[in-house]
């Protein structure tokens, strides 16, 4: 906190003369100055009331909410540059503000009513961690440093760009994703409160680094937690758990990486053949090799959580089907194969004709209507 209390700060306009300096204030007092970025107009001119150009900050902040403002203030503000004002931007992080708020329900929702609610321990059970546990946990580790880093810097858009990514991505839609069925399956319980309390450790570490970007949604997701703090203000700042770097599992989570990235290509290429949710199951994806220090078994339980597909003898997963041609798709020491059937080459071609002749045929009768 001493740091930015001797912190000043100023827009790119300020030139680097002794009376400027004197002008603003930058005495011995102040060790740094931050030079934040100029906003400018949509057209890249400067924003002033009489072109009609300018936003009333009141306005955005009622239409979209001050969390999202401040965030991407935050994701601009520091870099230097002028920065056209971009709305869509700023929905975007209102899109982010309700996807923090949703998880959240839905992690506290996932606990239930009963014991499970008080499972924020004062350190993870690592005896009782599965791969995903630990890559997650692991993704904290370097999240943390991240910010730290970029804040002592005052990069705050490195910041908030990488808090954006952790939380969306890899918490919200990677991890919360494969452990839906380990949170609400009671049978389980080692498994149940691994993963209960793991999500509960990242969400609580992830609101602190959020909060000073985004103090309004962080801390009512906070106070819905176990075991809420008064304020997040209060909270100390999140440091790396020993456990979340034990180099030990090193290999286990590079083992996770290689099959996110194969599940990010198989989707592209499920959505370049034009494959449906719903037709998955006609579809087979055959997937062989894998790193050595991933076991099979969380192998096969994270692909059906983000594939949907069914794992047989060990190294080979498929769905249940027939396909006449197949895609391969290679991440790392995996293979894949995407077998598309008869939505593949030009069957898939002719079924994008009949489409856009469809959307014709509808064009045309409104025309003549």
Known sequence: PGVYNTAATTGVSLSYSKNNVDLIGLDGNSNDVIITSTIMARDGTRMQKSRGNAVDPLDIIERYGADAIRAWAGAVGTSGQDVRYDEERVASYQRFANKLWNVTRLLVTGLGDGERIAVRPAAVPVESLLAEDRWILGRLAEAVVAVDQAVAQFRFHDAMERLYTVIWQDFCSDYMEIVKVRLRDGADGRGSQAAAATAVTVLDSLLCLLHPFMPFVTEECAQRLPE?????????????????????????????DELLELVGQLRARRQEAGISAADRSRHPVTVRGGHPDLPPADRRRILEALVRVRLVDGDEVQATGEGDTAQLVIAGSLEAELHLGGVGGGERLLRQIADVERQVDRLRGQLAN
């Open 228 to 256: 809420p703090a008064p304020t997040l203000q209060r909270r100390t700042w999140p440091a790396v758990g020993p456990e979340w770097v034990d180099p030990t599992w090193a290999g286990e989570r590079e083992g996770v």
